[in-house]
């Protein structure tokens, strides 16, 4: 650990520090928890609202809400395509939402504000746990894909289009989760520590530009771990036409 | 941790991120640089290109994530403090 001298109230750096419950034999990390429930709570209250009275010309929540659909529709189809996507549309909006709306809370939310025993509240996001978690949730809804949908035809894509192909692909198989988690980890807690560094240095304005910047680049990565799932799927699949 | 480990981890992070930033740095340049050729090419296809862009900006931009991942466990979580 290097902690930073805690000079000022707002910009303590606390990384490894966690509030640790004990579950049976598990320690697990009860700030990302708190703060997943929360993120959890609030899609499910909007998405509550939002289908509460529909109408056939949506306005407010629901339009917010149609607008979304509509969004993650469009990108599902491109990357799985027309036949498959219907089936894997809910398990990517779900990554989708729950990931954009983790990053985006934890820079907008002041967890500050809520004081824990030890470690403290953010992103959910930026525990290589949950994204881990996430990875191989995604791991595994491809080799369910694939298999479901072509049986053990589905080991043929380890051999097309050749078999020297074979062990470059089975390393795929764990590169993929690998990648997958340390990118979405890796961008949140450096947004983090840019901004908990800055702040540190010079409290006022100077994170402003690094908060919009890590604002930005927090909806790229949603953006980017819901296509990159959905492409994993729609590869898994992909039919090859003879 | 001994102040050579600690000496060694701290170099050892600067040069990960630092070495790791050069290969996407160039990479996002001769990106941009394709992106802008074809926004000039093509005005109209503006949005499209910019939208590729920044996702594959995006892509190479995790390769020095990578390395910032391995410099912030040198600094935070040290598997050789003992």
Known sequence: MLPLPPALPLAELEVGQHLYWQLGNLKIHGQV????????????????????????????????????WDYIRDL?????????YRDWLPFI????????????????????????????????????????????????AYFYAGLSRKGF????YYVEPTPIMLPFKIVEDFTKPLSLS?????????????????AFLVPLIVPL?????????SAIQALIFATLAAYYIGEAVHEEHH | ?????????????GLAVGLGAIGPGIGQGSAAQGAVEGIARQPEAEGKIRGTLLLSLAFMEALTIYGLVVALVLLFANPFAG
Do not use: C
């Open chain 1, 33 to 68: 928890f708190l703060s997943s429930w929360v993120v959890i709570g609030a899609l499910l209250a909007v998405v509550w609202i939002g289908t509460r009275k529909m109408d056939r010309d949506p306005r407010g929540v629901q339009n917010l809400l149609e607008f979304l």
């Open chain 1, 76 to 84: 599902a189809r491109e990357q799985i395509g027309e036949k498959a």
């Open chain 1, 93 to 140: 909006g779900t990554l989708f939402l729950f990931i954009f709306v983790s990053n985006w809370g934890g820079a907008l939310i002041p967890w500050k504000l809520i004081h824990l025993p030890s470690g403290e509240l953010g992103a959910p996001t930026a525990d290589i746990n949950t994204t881990i978690a996430l990875a191989l949730l995604v791991s595994l």
């Open chain 1, 153 to 156: 035809r589905y080991f043929e």
């Open chain 1, 182 to 198: 340390f990118r979405l980890f890796g961008n949140i807690l450096a947004d983090e520590l840019v901004v908990a560094v800055l």
């Open chain 1, 209 to 217: 530009p690094a908060m919009f910047l890590g604002l930005f680049t």
């Open chain 2, 1 to 13: 941790m001994d102040s050579i480990t600690s000496a060694a981890s701290v170099v050892a992070a």
